[in-house]
């Protein structure tokens, strides 16, 4: 046990002096950025939009989320009364650096969430 401990300490150190020790205590936004970390550095949570259309969707259990486009955020969004600006790509286009364009872009109704082991908004239980 002790010698698999020291490796593990071992490993840690020789990562963290080689380079990002964050990408195993962190999850990459839809641009493959690093939450938590220089321009997300104050967006520590990873959080999935909802999709468009289901904004409009009054049963909580028919809406779904857009598991493909994951955002950073500041907070986890603890209400409906939040919006959140998601990407939503224009007939399946791939994000790049000109995924920047408005078009691209909407403001997206936020769901309740919550904090899950530090890195993830977790979906209300209604999900």
Same mark, same amino acid.
């Given at each position: 046990?002790?010698?698999l401990?020291?490796?593990? &300490?071992?490993?840690?150190?020789? @990562?963290n $002096?080689?380079? $990002?020790?964050? &990408?195993l205590?962190?999850?990459?936004d839809?641009?493959? !950025?690093? *939450?938590?970390?220089?321009?997300?550095r104050? !967006? /520590?949570?990873?959080?999935? +939009?909802m999709? $468009?259309?289901? #904004?409009?969707?009054?049963?909580?259990h =028919? !809406? @779904?989320?857009?598991?493909? =486009?994951?955002? *950073?955020? #500041?907070f *986890?969004? #603890?209400s409906?009364n939040?919006s @959140?600006? +998601?990407?939503?790509?224009?007939?399946?286009?791939?994000?790049?650096? =000109?995924? $920047? =364009? %408005?078009?691209?872009?909407a403001?997206? #109704?936020?769901? %309740? @969430?919550? /904090?899950?082991?530090g890195m993830? *908004?977790? /979906?209300? !239980?209604a999900?």
């Amino acid at each position: 046990y002790l010698l698999l401990l020291a490796g593990s &300490v071992w490993i840690s150190i020789e @990562s963290n $002096k080689v380079g $990002k020790l964050g &990408v195993l205590t962190t999850l990459p936004d839809l641009e493959g !950025k690093l *939450c938590g970390f220089g321009l997300n550095r104050n !967006k /520590p949570y990873l959080y999935f +939009c909802m999709q $468009k259309e289901s #904004q409009w969707i009054m049963d909580e259990h =028919s !809406k @779904s989320l857009d598991v493909t =486009s994951p955002i *950073c955020v #500041q907070f *986890c969004p #603890q209400s409906w009364n939040t919006s @959140s600006y +998601c990407y939503q790509g224009i007939n399946g286009t791939e994000v790049n650096e =000109s995924s $920047k =364009s %408005p078009e691209e872009w909407a403001w997206i #109704q936020n769901y %309740p @969430s919550r /904090p899950f082991i530090g890195m993830l *908004c977790r /979906p209300h !239980k209604a999900y």
